[in-house]
């Protein structure tokens, strides 16, 4: 049954995309994300585009979405239409914030970070939730800071590709959360949905440490009245730190265009793929090439799991 949906999830061809942040170097755990995402919409006849996610400027590395992109065309990946930039839709976001607004679907608030914490009703996996408190309007003389949009009580399903069945109660997990944030830059949450929404995007690939965003996304989705595309989420990469492999912790796991190859194929082999030992001494292009004809996305295990260099 399990098999037989996420076959079903591929029978369109999608429109996917890889939306890395420019904020290092390209290392394993990203290129998970850029083979997953790149191989299931290939393999479905589908498009791949790609976004660079520069909302947060403080944390932009100047040169490294450019740096990244040579590379990523080093290796082989064609990517189809424009690039998109999220440094340069800040107009757009507000577009939609404005029209959720006129909606009566988002309020203001002026609580501190403190004062959530202080008033919550119990944490949440990612913070405290947020307990309601300007849901009718900020008190008397104080300032707004954030712009947050109301949720709903009830659940919040989907099937993920490869973790399956997922549902959260935003209310009870969450609470009302931010689209606009007190520093005045746009959240994550509305950003993705409205660029994914703009381009046409029905696949959503990425790390499963975006799994518990994703009913959030989808809450989006149905208040802007868009069908939510698929979700497939991959498993995470650990070093042997026991930390997800990543820019922010150092060098383990960098990708280059000397190494390409190898962690190629060290990806197709983490995303429970078999790739030819013969293979351990093609070109990338060959090994994507591989990829795009032998990707089983069944066979993509549910488990986060520790990977040695
Ligand atoms: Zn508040």
Known sequence: MNNQLKQNQLVAPAIGRFAPSPTGPLHFGTLLAALGSYLLAKCSGGRWLLRIEDLDPPRVIPGAADTMLRLLE????????????????????????????????VFDCSCTRREILASAPHPGEEGPVYPGTCRNGVCGGRAERAVRLRVADRDIQYRDGVFGEQSQNLEHDV???????????????????????????????RG???????????????????????????????????????????????????????????????????????????????????????????TIPAEDRQIRF
């Open 74 to 105: 080093q290796l082989g990946f064609e990517w189809d239409g424009e690039i998109i930039y999220q440094s340069q839709r800040y107009e757009r976001y507000q577009q939609v914030l404005e029209r959720l607004r006129g909606d009566g679907r």
């Open 175 to 205: 609470g009302d959360f931010v689209l606009h944030r007190a520093d005045g830059l746009f959240a994550y949450q509305l950003a993705v949905v409205v660029d994914d929404i703009d381009t046409g995007i029905t696949q959503v690939v």
């Open 208 to 298: 499963a440490d975006l799994l518990s965003s994703t009913p959030r996304q989808i809450y989006l989705y149905q208040c802007l009245d868009v069908v939510s595309p698929d979700y497939f989420h991959l498993p995470l990469a650990f070093g042997d730190n026991g930390k997800k492999l990543s820019k922010r912790n150092g060098d383990i796991g960098l990708v280059t265009a000397d190494n390409g190859a190898l962690m190629l194929w060290r990806a197709l082999e983490f995303l429970g793929q078999s790739p030819p030992q013969e293979f351990l001494n093609s070109t990338p292009a060959e090994l994507l090439s591989w990829g795009r004809g032998n990707f089983q996305p069944v």
